[in-house]
């Protein structure tokens, strides 16, 4: 026979913790057991163990154990640019995929409303979502990886002349999904500073921002727009990344420099917030991502570029609120 404080040292090691100070009244045992995280098979051959085990107590003819599962917040990651064409869409994608090969459960939200594009860079155009207990259920894209965009709810080519309230509605029930065990949520940002990223700032929190730009003077002033944004609304800055730069190709060696170098690794210097990276701006990179085989997904110098990038955001995330 074994006593309560016995069984409740024991209990301590059989659970890693998980379980509550076991409490005895009228010969029934009560306690509460943290589930979250653990397979089903796990989660009932431990309640089967304690139940067990409980019963060797002296005076006590029955177990009752609360399951419970602490819910997960799910983090945002918000990835914007001050301007469009700057490549923030594959970006997008790409990192979306890179941090998912981290090991971290990724969904991804295609909040560009009026112009969607993550559909055709994930490869899930043809999937529709369904809806279950008011909520969207994600359709699956490249990797494994669930997302919703806008252009899964519409048909291909036509233009939503919504206002902003609509597009607001539109950007929470995307936000506010079934995402099941996803871990991080990453979402492809309109260009601009209007009322949509208003919405998102506000409403939804994102944990982080990681910013994209060209190297160019223009699409950084853009971009320091963009920081000034998040900045006011308390969101954090990941770092800055700079897209489109130009590079000597792995394969030829040839030097492409049609927008320079360097400019965004300034510009993330002067702004104080540290500097992610650049992807460099290549054919296959786009020929690849437009066929809904983003190159993160994939081996090579491309991989890698993103792969960096993708670390760095994970590291980030890992640090003490």
């Known amino acids: 026979m074994t006593d309560l404080a016995d069984f409740a040292a024991r209990l301590t090691a059989l659970t890693d913790g998980r379980a509550s100070t076991p409490r005895v009244k009228d010969g029934v045992m009560t306690l509460a057991l943290d589930v979250g995280g653990l397979a ?23 177990v009752r154990i609360a399951m419970t599962a602490e819910k997960k917040v799910l983090k945002i990651l918000a990835v914007a640019s001050g301007k469009g064409g700057v490549g923030k869409s594959t970006l997008s994608a790409n990192l979306a995929v890179a941090l998912q090969r981290l090991g971290i459960r990724v969904g991804l939200v295609d909040a560009d409303i009026y112009g969607p594009s993550q559909a055709k860079l994930m490869g899930s155009e043809d999937q529709k979502p369904v809806a279950r207990d008011k909520k969207l259920v994600p359709v699956t894209g490249v990797a494994g ?8 709810l519409v048909e291909p080519g036509k233009a939503l002349a919504w206002r902003g309230p609509m597009v607001g509605n539109a950007l929470s029930q995307l936000i506010e999904a079934e995402w099941g065990d996803t871990e991080l949520l990453v979402v492809d940002m309109p260009p601009g500073t209007g009322d949509i990223q208003l919405t998102m700032v506000q409403k939804h929190k994102p944990a982080g921002a990681v910013i994209v730009s060209t190297p160019q003077d223009l699409a950084l002033i853009d971009a320091t727009r963009a920081v000034s944004l998040f900045a006011q609304a308390g969101v ?9 730069a ?9 030097i492409s420099d049609p927008f320079g170098q360097g400019g965004a690794e300034a510009t993330a210097g002067d702004l104080a917030m540290p500097f992610l990276g650049r992807i460099p ?13 983003p190159p993160a997904a994939g081996d090579g110098p491309y991989a890698d570029a993103f792969a960096a ?12 609120a």
């Open 145 to 152: 990886i669930p997302m919703l965009s806008m252009a899964h």
């Open 236 to 244: 954090p800055m990941v770092g800055l990344v700079e897209n489109m």
């Open 309 to 320: 990038i993708a670390q760095k955001v994970a590291d980030w995330l890992k640090q003490p």
């Open 281 to 293: 701006l290549a054919i296959d990179i786009r020929r690849r991502s437009d066929a809904g085989d």
């Open 40 to 62: 089903p098979d796990k989660r009932d051959g431990l309640a089967a163990a304690i139940r067990e085990g409980g019963l060797t107590v002296p005076g006590v003819s029955d």
């Open 246 to 254: 130009g590079y000597a190709c792995p394969h030829c060696g040839e």
